[in-house]
């Protein structure tokens, strides 16, 4: 996995210690580790997209963060296999995993790696964010509007969100342990892609986030 240590640890909370990782913090450290039969979790492609060119000449799976960006505009001519997931924290180490595919005849050997790493799966839409970080950083974006038209307090929307929605975390909650300004840049990716009004980024959160 092409990642921080965060993003082993949570991989191995999702997957388990049974399999054999390795771990690399950047593109220029994984070239001995793309063996056929391996399985990259790739979170660090964000940063730099240009890095998919170290996939080239890959013949095995590669799971690519969606944050930013969507499969599709990613992906070029490989023999890897290419899924989208979203790496942020807390949407990897959950019952189901989220994933967008890079054509449909890739569905059958999702189901095979899938079953390999002892996960559920769920196919979704190729698109920025995919489709539960989209939900809750709308939330989120939501939220902070509330407090800017002095609705309630945030320990009072978070607490009217979990005991009406039976979510893990309030809003505030969820936007710290995801890290405000990973909320700030999915959001202005979904817009930028989208135009779409209610994903318009809410200035309190902008100036957090940037702060």
């Known amino acids: 996995m092409i990642g921080n240590e965060f993003n082993l640890q949570e991989s ?8 054999h990782y390795h771990f690399a913090e950047s593109h220029l450290e994984v070239e001995n580790y793309l063996k056929s039969e391996a399985v990259i979790l790739d979170f660090k492609i964000g940063a730099d997209y240009n890095q998919i060119s170290v996939y080239q000449n890959f013949s095995g799976i590669v799971f690519l963060d969606v944050m930013r960006n969507t499969l599709d505009q990613m992906i070029h001519e490989s023999r890897a296999i290419f899924y989208g997931f979203c790496g942020l924290p807390t949407f990897l180490n959950r019952e189901i995993l989220e994933v967008s595919l890079g054509s449909k005849s890739d569905e059958n ?22 489709v539960t970080p989209r939900v809750i950083c709308q939330i989120i ?25 039976n979510y893990p975390y309030g809003p505030f909650e969820w936007g710290e342990k995801i890290g405000i300004k990973n909320v700030y840049e999915l959001l202005r990716a979904i817009y930028e892609s989208s135009r779409n009004e209610r994903y318009k980024i809410c200035e309190l959160l902008r100036n957090e986030a940037l702060d």
Request: proline content about 0%; overall charge positive.
């Open 12 to 19: 191995r909370q999702k997957f388990g210690d049974h399999h």
């Open 109 to 130: 050997k999702l189901k095979e790696v899938c079953r390999r790493l002892n996960t559920k799966f769920a196919i979704v839409k190729d698109q920025v964010g995919l």
């Open 141 to 165: 974006n939501e939220a902070y509007f509330a407090i800017e038209e002095k609705i309630a307090s945030r320990s009072d929307i978070d607490l009217a969100m979990k005991l009406g929605t």
